[in-house]
């Protein structure tokens, strides 16, 4: 069945050992989230502890504070587009991130890339849910003199009031995971006003006690601890800022299957997205400046900042805040494409749910208190590192979509173990081997990183500053590769495809 907007698939699936029924196509009934909900959406995950550190960091390397505006704002514009350009597909056949990588990588070979983002998502959950642990540890220690105390021996040199309170955040997690992909609609839309709300009283509470805009901004310099140029600094700043969402630039068609129309999709992102990550950066740019006014120090950690008020009231609701902030993030950036791509390494035994588990699990075992150990370590290393990985994928899925296929694909296809996306086995090699030549020349710059204290490396040689481009790199290549290995496939594919007239492609050797 088609639309403007909509292909609904009509053939009966089931029997597919590619199926489930987390994996199958959105029917139409399913295609519920308005322009305010795919808004929410980005509200809801761009409001956290991670970002409201990011724009403090570019300033810590020697950015003024507008310059990390700037770079923030830009990165996340050109972030947005493979984030449309890949949405397209998920509101247009209502299929999964994992079920879309069918087309480009086969049937089977979906799960090399799928994985790659599953791992990432399992480390961002660990790391968010480690914020949102630590973020419980101090509203507990707030309100309660005998918390800390009680709980004062330490496993691996973390207190164990702080391990407590990291399992009871995992743990409401888990909840909500079991709940599905409606739940995490639910809290995005309500919780996406509560943390505007949190960020606007923040921001009047620091530009009130520190003495207005002007005076703050001014002061912001404070907060320099390097006295590098600008044009040093940008590219590694620009790359995290595209790294920071590239993960969700692949899978974003996780979300926008259910989407109500293209144009639901497109302008909930356009708004949601760009300007939301860099208002609430520069709400975490000026409230650190402002503490250097009023308490003669930068505090950037907002959990530390809130322990400084007396009243029990406002710590409490802005601990409510951080929670939802942390919750909804991580539900909905760390959780939904993890559960998918797992759940498609084996469609009948692995459900949203049982990947959803299985995330939380592997979350813990990524040890999350390590990742975030080094601000350097998190923006070089892990911020700019697997945008490598993601570029090169997006590269591949936008080339095979958009300029190979034109935006056409055979939903049942898609569910064939032996139909055109099956390929040689269920792997395109193609693929493979465009990802794998595009990634390679980043990965020497990303193993001196790796291996560099902060991960910022001296004296800089030819492929260290390639690899401060990460994702522009592998996106580059991987698009090009990919192209001069598909076009003949495709177009074959394209000529010898026998059309039935409800639009499934019989057959092709090809």
């Known amino acids: 069945m088609k639309n403007h907007d909509f292909i609904e698939i009509d053939d009966d699936l089931s029997g597919s050992p590619l199926w489930n029924e987390d994996l199958a196509p959105t029917r139409l009934k399913q295609r519920t989230w308005s322009t305010w909900n795919i808004a929410a959406l980005w509200i809801g995950m761009s409001v956290v502890i991670t970002t409201y550190l990011l724009g403090g960091n570019f300033i810590a390397s ?5 310059q990390a505006m700037l770079t923030i704002l830009l990165g996340n514009t050109i972030v947005l587009i493979p984030m449309i350009l890949n949405a397209h597909a998920g509101t247009k056949y209502g299929v999964s991130f994992p079920v879309l990588l069918r ?10 890339p799928a994985i790659l983002r599953a791992i990432v998502a399992c480390g961002w959950f660990g790391i968010q849910t480690w914020i ?19 709980l004062a021996a330490t496993v691996l040199d973390i207190p164990v009031h702080t391990w407590v309170a990291f399992f009871i955040f995992w743990i409401v997690q888990v909840v909500i995971i079991l709940r599905g992909i409606e739940g995490i609609k639910f809290l995005e839309s309500w919780a996406a006003p509560l943390l505007l ?8 509470w620091a530009s009130s006690a520190a003495g207005g805009f002007g005076t703050v901004l001014t002061g912001s310099t404070a907060l320099q601890k390097e006295t590098a140029s600008f044009w040093t600094i940008f590219p590694g700043a620009l790359t995290a800022s595209v790294g920071y969402w590239a993960t969700l630039s692949l899978n974003i068609p996780d979300f926008t299957r259910y989407a109500k129309s293209q144009k639901s ?5 356009a708004l949601g997205l760009p300007l939301t990550m860099t208002a609430f950066a ?14 003669g120090e930068a505090i950037a950690d907002p959990v530390a900042l809130i322990q400084k008020f007396d009243s029990t009231i406002v710590i409490l609701f802005a601990m409510v805040v951080i929670f939802v902030a942390q919750l909804s993030t991580n539900m909905a950036a760390n959780v939904v494409s ?19 588990l299985i995330t939380a699990v592997v979350g813990i075992l990524m040890m999350p208190w390590q990742l975030m150990s080094s601000m350097g370590a998190y923006i070089f290393t892990w911020l700019i590192g697997y945008s490598g990985l993601m570029g090169a994928i997006g590269g591949i899925m936008i080339c095979d979509y958009w300029v190979l296929r034109r935006q056409e694909l055979r939903l049942a296809e898609l569910f064939k173990t032996d139909g055109i996306y099956s390929y040689s086995g269920g792997f395109n090699w193609r693929a493979v081997a465009a990802l794998v030549i595009a990634v390679a020349p980043v990965v020497y710059g990303f193993l001196r990183a790796a291996t560099t204290p902060g991960g910022v490396v001296p004296d800089p040689s030819f492929f260290d500053t390639l690899y401060t481009y990460a994702w522009f790199v592998t996106f580059g290549i991987a698009f090009v590769v990919y192209w001069l290995l598909m076009r003949e496939r495709v177009l074959k594919e394209l000529t010898n495809a026998y059309v039935d007239v409800d639009g499934s492609a019989s057959n092709v050797d090809v």
């Not at 949102?132 to 009680?150: C, H, Q």
């Open 62 to 66: 020697g950015m003024t504070w507008w």
């Open 103 to 112: 087309s480009s990588f086969g049937t089977k070979g979906a799960n090399i």
């Open 132 to 150: 949102g642990g630590t973020a419980l540890d101090a509203l507990f220690g707030a309100i309660s003199d005998g918390w800390n105390t009680s």
């Open 197 to 204: 709300l949190g960020g606007l009283a923040l921001l009047f």
């Open 265 to 269: 999709q497109m302008m909930g992102q």
């Open 282 to 295: 520069f709400i975490g740019v000026f409230v650190t400046s402002a503490t250097v006014i009023i308490y």
């Open 338 to 356: 993890p559960s998918n791509d797992f759940s498609n390494l084996n469609p009948r035994l692995i459900s949203y749910v049982t990947g959803g």
